[in-house]
């Protein structure tokens, strides 16, 4: 029995080995342009037989096999190549290999050009630590945005005027979801900081221009936040300064599982009123409070579902002077701001992307006669997949539907001239309710036409509002060309189309049946990078808008007669100094002129700021100390001048008369800060104390001006920070 | 007729082992030895030319299997490694190619029994590297490379190298901020004590780091003003690696450049 067991596993190991012939595989590696390429991985795949290519790319070593096996040849860089071979009768197989270097598709900032982003591959950078140190920035990033050429200094707020375009032309999303009112202390003059804190951001991106379809009824420009994933440690931060507190923390609940990011701040402007001499002005010290919760459970090695949550409110009470009545500006808002995020990669090249949003924002303004409340409800939904069809080919495509109701209750005066509490007005108690649908596609391609360096993209969307029976096409497309790794030219074409804001689709003194207004983009970008960390870019751009929204002496109160333009360059230089100086100079040019809303004539717009330089410098002078400094100089904006005033018997009142439309223009805007940090180990725990001064020069600058009752004097108002400001604080990782 | 059946059965398993062409594993485990060694001989020689060799390999044993505990942990150990080159300044390119592979085959290991520990003292080291290659992230992530080590130590206590870089955090770092020589210097004998009064049994399990404690240990010695106790550590090093590249090539001659102009 036992030589029967012997016979027959002689019998099998024999057929196995007598069918297992040993080869030998030999060759050379060479790049496209025939360079030998050492350090090359080439084996027999799922087999430990391989070898790497010598200096010369050459290799060789045996394989034990028969059938067909497939020679894989591999190399960080480079395309990974596989070839399938008969293993036959001749043992030595010669093969020679020729590898493509890799091109990493580019993502869609980098084709479409005017972004900034914390990604090296998106452009110039802006990481969160830019944010965090820019002097006179509080940490806000709508703030350290306006050091940015394309984004005009058109007031000391925190809204973005973007070429040219108001503040509502720029859109604000995180993670997918819209968020309308990021602002904190909104008024007239607009708001002074965002409510999003710069610690919740993973990515950031911002484009002044030309940007993806994927963003639809927006004109202007648009910040897409991304927020971080769940915490990899518990940790909190603690801060105080003359202006605000904050505690933040990190929680993880279950390792790279579940965990909560909160931000929490409360702003108290008291203290820092009262030393820089300005708190008689308030009779209501601004203030606000702000908590955002991420609560965040990865499910999957590739699936995570995140829900943030933010509830912020503020309240200011300030004196106004008026020609015609001095009283007190009393104004408070609510923002609650819901967000449901998934993301997962659906196969292998597929990543789906899903927001289920809630956004309310509720104010209430009071200035004599005025006594508004604004209640803004928005419910959306999105979702956007992004396909990488090949290293070369990438379709991004996306649908979202959206709700927005706009409320409007209270009392507003009936000429813009009276506002005093006893006199003529308007009793409001309009609805504007929208609901649109939208969906996207584009395609983003290298090696256009087959030619290297040669890339492209083009998309295309369309958005549909049942409500005033409205279907536009937005077509966008853009074509580059890399010199090489670091220079590249870039030209961007687009239509864009958004709606006009919602106010003016109110029944009492708007028009529901309003179109959207349309903006055609066309820019030109050249990017250079230096070295690493180093940046340089220049754009060249214009935009021409069309129906825009226009006051009309008719019942219809507006319709779409508006138009306009902007023109103009953007130029950034950002990067090191040795090893302590880093910063970055930025100059923007404009010349915009618009024939909207109550303009009389087609004149210069609001936001024609036709120079702007930012000077961001920061000094590390030790591993303890560093030293910020941030200059800003800008020409004055353009504002329309009274040149005299008629007297109304029956109001008692002086109604202004007007020169031409922004025939005017203040001074110029000029603004040094500088901030001293200290970094400090106190009670074991990591501290930053800070000393900032904002307007160090106390420079007059001035947001507009105020009349006499009979509008024969004027006098300046000074801008939020028209007076040298100081702020100390401190930072602690608990 | 109980042959009848043994003989049915040895003829089922290699027929089995045929069809699925199973490799034996002591060749598989043969590779990655050879990966360790030649891990080990990049890091004495500071050659990156070893590291692509060891590279190559352990992607031959991860394409064969890329399940493998011990296939993934030199995998990631490789990327580590290369992290660790892109500081030559002309190697910089190497921090982007490999910082999220190491980072993603690390974190693979984190449930593994096994390779748990070495896996957080692996992101532990990752995460020392993202604050070399941007210091900006010493605030934020100095935190992280400390509780990736204590979760190491509390999964294995007998593990040398968390404290490697628990040495090396403490080295680094600027006083203030709570960096502290002689803290360094505790960490690394500690780390020097476990080397010499543990090993695993198993020849696959990670070893490595004891050249690293010594050259650790002497730089702590040095800061402390303990010249010549940092010369026999360096000693000792070269003693056991005389070839060793860092000591002999950087922190020696660094030493004794010292010792000149002391003595001067």
């Not at chain 1, 200094?153 to 819209?178: C, F, K, W």
């Not at chain 1, 219809?556 to 950034?572: E, H, K, L, M, R």
């Not at chain 2, 020097?192 to 730089?219: C, I, M, R, S």
């Amino acid at each position: 029995m036992k030589k029967l067991i012997l016979f027959i596993m002689l019998i099998l190991v024999t057929s196995f080995t007598s069918a297992q012939q040993m080869y030998t595989f030999q060759g050379c590696v060479t790049t496209e342009d025939g360079r030998a390429l050492p350090f090359v991985n080439v084996f027999v795949k799922q087999s430990l037989s391989g070898a790497m290519t010598e200096d010369d790319g050459t290799y060789s070593f045996t394989f034990k096999g028969n059938g067909e096996v497939v020679l894989v040849a591999s190399m960080v860089g480079y395309e990974r190549k596989e070839v399938q071979i008969v293993l036959e009768e001749r043992t030595v197989i010669d093969m020679d290999i020729v590898l493509i270097e890799k091109v990493v598709l580019l993502k869609e900032a980098v084709v479409m050009g005017s972004s900034f982003s914390d990604e090296e591959e998106k452009g110039v950078v802006v990481k969160p630590m830019d944010v965090y140190t820019t002097p006179g920035g509080a940490a806000d990033i709508f703030q350290t945005l306006k050091t940015m050429p394309g984004v005009t200094q058109v007031s000391e707020g925190a809204e973005l005027y973007v070429r040219g375009g108001h503040p509502n032309e720029t859109i604000t999303m995180v993670d997918g979801a819209a968020l309308y009112h990021p602002m904190t202390l909104e008024s007239s003059y607009g708001g002074i900081f965002s409510n999003l804190n710069t610690g919740s951001f993973e990515n950031m991106f911002f484009s002044s221009g030309g940007f993806s379809s994927k963003y639809g009824n927006v004109l202007s420009g648009v910040l897409d936040i991304e927020t971080k994933n769940e915490p990899q440690q518990t940790k909190f931060t603690f801060g105080i300064s003359m202006a605000s507190t904050d505690f933040n923390g990190d929680v993880e609940f279950i390792k790279n599982t579940l965990g909560l990011r909160f931000y929490s701040q409360k702003s108290f402007t008291e203290p820092i009123m009262w030393m820089n001499g300005q708190k008689d002005r308030f009779t209501s010290m601004p203030t606000s409070q702000n908590f955002t919760g991420i609560l965040t459970a990865k499910y999957s090695k590739t699936g995570r579902i995140k829900l943030m949550g933010m509830i912020a409110s503020d309240k200011q009470g300030v004196e106004v002077e008026r020609a015609e009545y001095n009283g007190i500006f009393d104004g408070k808002s609510v923002t609650n701001f819901f967000n449901l995020r998934h993301t997962d990669i659906l196969s292998e090249n597929i990543l789906i992307k899903n927001s289920l949003a809630f956004h309310r924002y509720k104010n209430n303004w009071k200035l004599g006669v005025l006594d508004l409340e604004k209640t803004d409800d928005t419910y959306r939904i999105r979702t956007d997949l992004e396909w990488g069809i090949s290293n070369e080919l990438r379709l991004t495509s996306g649908f979202e539907a959206e709700n927005r109701e706009e409320h409007y209750l209270g009392t507003i005066p009936g000429e813009d001239y009276n506002m005093r509490p006893d006199a003529e007005k308007t009793v409001l108690d309009d609805r504007a309710n929208v609901t649109r649908m939208g969906g996207y596609v584009e395609l983003e391609k290298l090696r256009l036409f087959g030619i290297d360096n040669l890339f492209g993209a083009a998309g295309v969307r369309t958005d549909y509002v049942a409500d005033i029976s409205s279907q536009w096409y937005d077509v966008r497309s853009s074509v580059g060309y890399s010199f090489n790794k670091y220079t590249s030219l870039r030209f961007g074409w687009g239509t864009f189309h958004q709606m006009p804001e919602l106010r003016l689709y109110a029944p009492t003194d708007g028009n529901p049946d309003l179109k959207p207004m349309q903006a055609i983009h066309y820019v030109v970008s050249f990017d250079h990078q230096i070295s690493d960390g180093h940046s340089f870019r220049v754009e060249l751009y214009h935009k021409d808008y069309e129906n825009l929204p226009r006051e009309v002496d008719t019942d219809i109160n507006y319709d779409n007669s508006g138009y306009g333009f902007a023109t103009g360059a953007d130029v950034i230089l950002k990067g090191r100094l040795g090893a302590s100086f880093d910063g970055w100079i930025s100059y923007g040019y404009i010349h915009t002129k618009r024939l909207w809303k109550d303009y009389e004539e087609y004149a210069k717009s609001d936001y024609d700021i036709t120079h702007q330089v930012s000077f961001i410098m920061k000094y590390h002078i030790s591993a303890m100390w560093e030293i910020g400094m941030n200059f800003k100089l800008a020409s004055g904006r353009p504002y329309t001048p009274v040149v005299g005033s008629d007297y109304i018997e029956s109001a008692n009142v002086y109604e202004p008369l007007y020169a031409s439309e922004n025939s005017g223009r203040y001074p110029d805007y000029k603004r040094y800060d500088v901030r001293l940090s200290h970094y400090n180990q106190i009670f074991d725990y990591f501290t930053v104390l800070y000393v900032e001064a904002m307007n160090i020069f106390d420079h007059n600058n001035i947001f507009g001006y105020t009349y006499s009752n009979d509008y024969s004097k004027r006098s300046d108002i000074r801008s939020y920070f028209g007076s040298r400001t100081i702020v100390v604080g401190m930072m602690m990782n608990l | 007729m109980k042959s009848k059946w043994f003989i049915g059965l040895v003829v089922s398993l290699v027929v089995i082992a045929g069809l699925l062409n199973i490799y034996p594993q002591s060749e598989l485990d043969e590779q990655i030895l050879k990966t360790k060694q030649l891990l080990h001989e990049s890091f004495v020689y500071h050659s990156d030319g070893k590291l692509k060799e060891a590279y190559a390999i352990i992607n031959r044993c991860y394409s064969v299997d890329s399940e493998n505990p011990y296939v993934i942990y030199y995998k990631a150990m490789c990327e580590y490694r290369f992290l660790e080159f892109s500081l030559d300044p002309d190697k910089s390119d190497l921090f982007d190619e490999y910082i999220d592979l190491a980072e993603e085959h690390a974190d693979l290991l984190l449930e593994n029994e096994e390779l748990a520990s070495e896996a957080n003292v692996l992101l532990s080291a990752i995460t020392i590297m993202k604050i070399a290659n941007n210091s900006t992230l010493g605030m934020t992530h100095s935190g992280l490379v400390y509780q990736y080590a204590e979760d190491a130590i509390e999964l294995d206590d007998k593990n040398p190298r968390p404290y490697i870089f628990l040495a090396s955090m403490l080295y680094n770092t600027p006083e203030m901020f709570g960096g502290d020589a002689l803290e360094s210097l505790n960490m690394s004998q500690t780390a020097l004590h476990l080397f010499e009064n543990h090993t695993y049994e198993n020849p696959l399990h990670p070893d490595w780091g004891k050249l690293d404690v010594l050259a650790w240990l002497g730089q702590a010695y040095n800061r402390l003003g303990e010249i010549e106790k940092a010369k026999t550590i360096y000693e000792q090093a070269l003693e056991m690696e005389p070839e060793f590249a860092w000591v002999k090539y950087a922190l020696m001659p660094q030493l004794q450049q010292q010792l000149e102009s002391s003595s001067n």
